[in-house]
Structure formats: structure tokens, C-alpha cells
């Protein structure tokens, strides 16, 4: 009971999300010793949603693992595959079934809006009510704590991720991008073979509204709000599960991709700019985006990469709005200069 009562402290007491999953099925492996645990999240859109496995503890698995961060959508097991999750999605409760010579026990994880994952345990006996109860009752401080973060790290208006949360998250891609080939998926289970990350570089856009202050000076502040949230719509249907999306304030916004290529990165933010352009907003009409975008460099920092890609949107909107421009794209065409900041000087 120390061990449980330590993993939930340690639980509570981390702001990485892969890190409080991980110590979810930890505390439930030392709870129930259970032949497997795992948390699984519903990734990707409809018609196209599967399942990403976020921690996994089971036979010969010492240390929890997890799919990589960046790979093909098309790699995950789809939704369809695992009916009893789905179940356990679909009435809110948990479900318990019998799976050859163990019982499977799955219990829905979300937010106060959704849910939108499980929890998994394999047991060679039924969970009894209690058990059962003892989970869920776990479960809720997962629930709060994430309510917690959410609050901590989203824009209340949007719901996109806030600017306090870029710093970790840009740092962490970095990490990713600067590491010599991508490490191989580990195995979720017996079954499940290996997957792979997709290889592919970072790259940081910076959104902005075109005539944004217009709107609020013609329609007033609530129209211009309107605006916002649906543009913030707008982003999560254009851009892809695992891309990370911000508000930075006001009418500026920001997206961490991972693509293959530049070309491949302009295809995605041409994708938003094209759907925010045919995009009736009620009351306002026509709007439109400026969109400026770099690749992340070894030993970039969140301020030098944000820079670039902001250079970028500022010649857009010089010449005319409603674009996509890629800041390396610009340097070569001699419409831009490159610099370097050191120390805060700029080197040209």
C-alpha cells in the first residue's frame, strides 16, 4: 500500500503527461499485480481513428513503454479492432470479459467532456467490486490532476495549448530532432511486433489573422472571440492528431509539426490557410491567415526558431496576406537575410 500511496504522489507531482501515465500503471501493477496494464489513447479523426498506446507494462516488461511520438496514424491499430474498449468508451463504465486464459478488465479514461482512452488490466481472475472501485477511485485523481494541467496549459479561450507550455514542448522536439535516427516502437504485447517511428524533421509556423483588429473594430470584441474559437476549430480539423497547437495571444497562434520535408510541412500549413479561406464565419464573412514557417536547427531556441518563422509571416503580410511562406525558402530567394542570434546579438 506505500508503493501505491508513492505512485500516486508521484503521480500528482509531475506536469509531463508521458510521465503521469507511466506512473498510472505502475500504481496499478503494484495494486493488483496484474499479467499486463496499459493505457491506450483514441488518436486521429473519424474514419480514421486508432489506438496509441501511452504506457504498457506486461510479461518480460520491466520499464513501461509506449508507441513512439511521431509515426504514420496509419501504423496504430484502428478503433474498430478492440471491441471492448470501444464498449468501455461507449457506456462510461467499465467492462470486464474473459481472453482465453486471462480476464481483461477496461475502464474508460477522459475528461469532464469525453473520454477519450482506457485504461487496460489482464488479471488471471475477474476483478472483484471492490478492485474495481479502488481503480476507478484512482482513476478520478488521474482525471482531476489532468483537469489540472489542462488549466495550467491551455488557453482558456481556444482550448489550444498556451504559451507557457511551448518552452517544454519546443525543448523536447528539439531533443527528438537532433537524435541520429528514430529509436524503434517497442512491443505493446506478445502479439503486437514492433513499429516504428516515421523519420521526418521539426518545424515551427506562426499563424496570424489577417486584419484581425478590423474585425474587432466592425463586429466588437465577441464577434472577434467567435472568430478565434473557430479558427482554433479550424486548426485541429487541418492539421494532424500529434501536432502540437497554440495560442500565443491575441489573433497570433502557433503550430510544432513533424513532416518528412519542407514540401511536405507547406503542404500542411497550406492545408489550414485553404481551409480558413473557404471557411464561411458567421457575420464576418471572408477571413483569412498569413502563415510563416522555419525548420528547427540544432541548438535552437524557442525565441531564435519563433523569430524566423515570425519573419516570415511579416513578409507574407507584405506581400498581400492570405500565404504560406517557408523562411529557408525566402533566404535562398534573397527576400530575406539570414542571421544568427548569439547571446541575444545578431550575427549576419
Known amino acids: 500500500m506505500s508503493a501505491l500511496v508513492d505512485h500516486l504522489a508521484g503521480l500528482t507531482g509531475s506536469r509531463d503527461r508521458d510521465v503521469v501515465d507511466v506512473t498510472l500503471v505502475q500504481a496499478i501493477q503494484d495494486l493488483l499485480r496484474p499479467a499486463a496494464c496499459a493505457v491506450y489513447r483514441r488518436v486521429g479523426e473519424p474514419g480514421r481513428l486508432r489506438w496509441l498506446t501511452r504506457a504498457y507494462l506486461g510479461p518480460g516488461v520491466a520499464i513501461a513503454r509506449s508507441d513512439p511520438a511521431w509515426f504514420d496514424l496509419d501504423d496504430l491499430p484502428p478503433l474498430e479492432s478492440e471491441p471492448l474498449r470501444c464498449a468501455a468508451l461507449d457506456g462510461g463504465e467499465p467492462v470486464q470479459a474473459r481472453l482465453g486464459n486471462l480476464y481483461r478488465c477496461v475502464f474508460p479514461v477522459g475528461s469532464d467532456h469525453e473520454e477519450f482512452g482506457v485504461l487496460e488490466v489482464d488479471t488471471a481472475a475477474p476483478l472483484g467490486s471492490e478492485q474495481v472501485r479502488v481503480v476507478g477511485s484512482i482513476l478520478r485523481i488521474y482525471r482531476n490532476f489532468h483537469a489540472l494541467l489542462d488549466y495550467g496549459e491551455r488557453d482558456m479561450l481556444t482550448g489550444l495549448l498556451n504559451r507557457k507550455s511551448f518552452d517544454d514542448s519546443f525543448l523536447k522536439a528539439l531533443g527528438e530532432a537532433m537524435t541520429p535516427g528514430d529509436e524503434p516502437g517497442l512491443p505493446m504485447d506478445q502479439a503486437a511486433g514492433r513499429r516504428t517511428a516515421q523519420p521526418g524533421r521539426h518545424y515551427l509556423g506562426v499563424i496570424d489573422i489577417d486584419h484581425f483588429k478590423s474585425v474587432n473594430d466592425r463586429f466588437g470584441h465577441l464577434i472577434g472571440d467567435e472568430v478565434l474559437l473557430l479558427l482554433a476549430r479550424l486548426m485541429r480539423g ?81 506581400q498581400g496576406r492570405n500565404r504560406v511562406c517557408s523562411h529557408a525558402a525566402l533566404v535562398l530567394e534573397g527576400a530575406l537575410v539570414e542571421t544568427e542570434k548569439v547571446g541575444g546579438v545578431e550575427l549576419f
Do not use: M
Open 238 to 318: 487541418s492539421f494532424r492528431y500529434r501536432d502540437q497547437l497554440y495560442r500565443f495571444g491575441g489573433e497570433e497562434f502557433v503550430a510544432l509539426v513533424r513532416c518528412r520535408d519542407e514540401e511536405a510541412a507547406c503542404g500542411v500549413f497550406e492545408r489550414l490557410r485553404s481551409h480558413t479561406e473557404a471557411f464561411p464565419f458567421p457575420q464576418v464573412g471572408r477571413i483569412t491567415v498569413s502563415v510563416g514557417y522555419t525548420e528547427l536547427r540544432p541548438h535552437d531556441s524557442p525565441a531564435v526558431a519563433f523569430e524566423r518563422a515570425d519573419r516570415a509571416v511579416y513578409y507574407a503580410k507584405g
